[in-house]
């Protein structure tokens, strides 16, 4: 498994309390990068949906992309060893070549191409399309089915 048990564990203890919480109005984030054709990914995706699908909540996957030339720039930043976040720049060019990232089959998905936006353009972009898509969900009860997982 490539994420590890032990982070498997930590997100399955997260997503239950999500649940055991129960509240359709709190608001969660979760950032992971996913991609098409892997199965661990596929997982992933399909935990988050079914917590917010036990909650009653409104699901949201946005999916943010970049130029590999970008991705391999932003990679190496200081500020992600700090965050023990990836900073192997190597690796962005084998995902490329090897993976597409995973786009989920959901009517709410959200896809933002920052290749050219600041973290603060990026973020205020993510806001405004969550919030539209948040604001029509909860006035349209039609909206409330948040799709089935995938297999």
Same mark, same amino acid.
């Given at each position: 498994m490539r994420y590890g048990e032990?982070? =498997?564990?930590i997100r399955d203890i997260v997503l239950d309390t999500? =649940?055991?919480l129960g509240n359709r109005d709190f @608001? +969660?984030? +979760?950032?992971n990068a996913l &991609?098409? %054709?892997?199965?661990e990914d596929l997982e992933v &995706? @399909? *935990?988050?949906?079914?917590? =917010?699908q036990k909650c009653e909540g409104c699901f949201i996957p946005v999916r943010v992309i970049c130029s590999e030339d970008e991705h391999r720039r932003r990679? =190496?930043?200081p500020e992600r060893e700090i965050n023990?976040?990836?900073t192997n720049h190597a690796k962005v060019a084998e995902l490329y070549q090897a993976y597409q990232p995973f786009n989920p089959p959901h009517a709410n998905s959200v896809t933002i191409d920052v290749t050219h936006l600041t973290a603060a353009e990026a973020a205020d972009t993510i806001l405004k399309q969550t919030k539209e898509i948040y604001l029509a969900w909860q006035n349209n009860p039609k909206m409330r %089915? @948040? %799709?089935? *997982?995938l297999g």
């Open positions: 032990p982070i =498997v564990k999500m =649940v055991k @608001n +969660f984030i +979760f950032t &991609y098409e %054709g892997r199965q &995706y @399909n *935990s988050l949906l079914q917590a =917010v990679i =190496v930043a023990m976040k990836d %089915g @948040n %799709g089935p *997982s």
